[in-house]
């Protein structure tokens, strides 16, 4: 692959996750969900269904545990998670999504079912299957991070 052809992928990729990423978080916020910025969504994507350690969620978001530990306080106050003695490390606090935050997360499911349709209805069943395989394929575990 030259490496303009190279470059062109990688940017209708961009283009692509970024779009994605927008009409989600629209979505979310039509519902009224406000207050959130993307990266609270790729919070909540960690913290279901189990919770996480702030630590946990530093390394999953790819910022520092400080950056982490202030998403965290600011998610509570929000209403969106709450921390909890952690199941087996005495030390650790264990986030979990709220009530409130499961609500986000599941608009945030419709947001996205509503996002990626005219992708279905440009690519057919078979065709969103066969993307949906390739880009499992190319990346089957994320990151699923934040652009900061």
């Known amino acids: 692959m030259q490496n303009s052809e190279a470059m062109?992928?990688?940017t209708a990729l961009l283009a692509a996750a970024g779009e994605l990423t927008k009409r989600i978080h629209a979505g979310v916020v039509a519902r009224g969900f406000e207050g959130l910025r993307p990266a609270h969504g790729f919070a909540f994507a960690r913290l279901a269904p189990?919770?996480?350690?702030a630590t946990d969620l530093a390394a999953?978001?790819?910022?520092?545990k400080q950056a982490a530990g202030q998403l965290v306080d600011e998610m509570v106050r929000k209403g969106y998670v709450e921390r909890r003695p952690h199941p087996v490390d005495a030390r650790a606090?264990?986030?979990?999504?709220t009530e409130r935050g499961w609500a986000c997360t599941?608009?945030?499911?419709?947001?996205?079912a509503e996002a990626v349709r005219p992708w279905a209805e440009l690519l057919g069943e078979e065709g969103t299957g066969r993307l949906r395989a390739q880009l499992t394929r190319l990346a089957p575990h994320g990151p699923l991070r934040p652009v900061w």
């Open 60 to 64: 999953h978001l790819g910022v520092t």
């Open 50 to 53: 189990d919770g996480a350690t």
């Open 93 to 97: 606090r264990l986030v979990v999504l």
């Open 8 to 10: 062109a992928l990688s």
């Open 106 to 112: 599941r608009a945030a499911e419709e947001a996205a």
